[in-house]
T-cell receptor, first 112, second 112 residues
Framework: GENVEQHPSTLSVQEGDSAVIKCTYS??????FPWYKQELGKRPQLIID?????GEKKDQRIAVTLNKTAKHFSLHITETQPEDSAVYFC???????????FGTGTRLKVLA | SQTIHQWPATLVQPVGSPLSLECTVE??????LYWYRQAAGRGLQLLFY??????ISSEVPQNLSASRPQDRQFILSSKKLLLSDSGFYLC???????????FGQGTRLTVV
């Protein structure tokens, strides 16, 4: 677990387009990769997660892909809608640490 | 089912005053507990985490302290608040460091 780099910090897309957010981690022992969505003034909530024994996971318009060799994972949102506008956080966890540390966040704006 | 309670929701405190934020979890035992701070428009900074009663790990040297007097109770304190302590404070719990974290509603603290 621990340090995760997240890019981009802000992302604006037109409604209906796709959005991709990428996170890179350094600890090869990481084995759990969650994504959280935080709407303005609200608490973060899990939207999708993936474990290291899986390369891709999909839930309707949201998908996460994991490349263990390159140590990066990405969040894909297709057919974006205005309600997708929020801040998204990733994390890379496991390896025996109890720290639950998040990436720096991506502010997604979906333009109508 | 498990629930997390955090209070108060908002707080305005003068510089130099003490602080006590409380978080309790229901419906589970021996949760991992976390305190985060989020400055306006910024990421989730891990302040403290606890894996058991009386076991507190501090991530960032600061004007704050944490305590876990009971299994499902996590308290964030300060003896003298600074202006820089203003922010959105979030408590969270997880069954293990490799599973979903559940956040409280947050406390918006303004130090004046």
């Amino acid at each position: 677990g621990e340090n995760v780099e997240q890019h981009p910090s802000t992302l604006s897309v037109q409604e209906g387009d796709s959005a991709v957010i990428k996170c890179t981690y350094s600890d090869s022992a990481s084995n759990y990769f969650p994504w959280y969505k935080q709407e303005l003034g609200k608490r973060p909530q899990l939207i999708i997660d993936i474990r290291s024994n899986v390369g891709e996971k999909k839930d309707q318009r949201i998908a996460v892909t994991l490349n263990k060799t390159a140590k990066h994972f990405s969040l894909h949102i297709t057919e974006t809608q205005p309600e997708d506008s929020a801040v998204y956080f990733c994390a890379a966890l496991g390896g025996g640490t109890y720290k639950y540390i998040f990436g720096t966040g991506t502010r997604l704006k979906v333009l109508a | 089912s498990q629930t997390i309670h955090q209070w108060p929701a908002t707080l305005v405190q003068p510089v130099g005053s003490p602080l006590s934020l409380e978080c309790t979890v229901e419906g589970t035992s021996n949760p991992n507990l976390y305190w985060y701070r989020q400055a306006a428009g910024r990421g989730l900074q891990l302040l403290f985490y606890s894996v058991g009663i009386g076991q507190i790990s501090s991530e960032v040297p600061q004007n704050l302290s944490a305590s876990r007097p009971q299994d499902r109770q996590f308290i964030l304190s300060s003896k003298k608040l600074l202006l820089s302590d203003s922010g959105f404070y979030l408590c969270a719990w997880s069954p293990s460091p490799e599973t979903e974290a559940f956040f409280g509603q947050g406390t918006r603290l303004t130090v004046v």
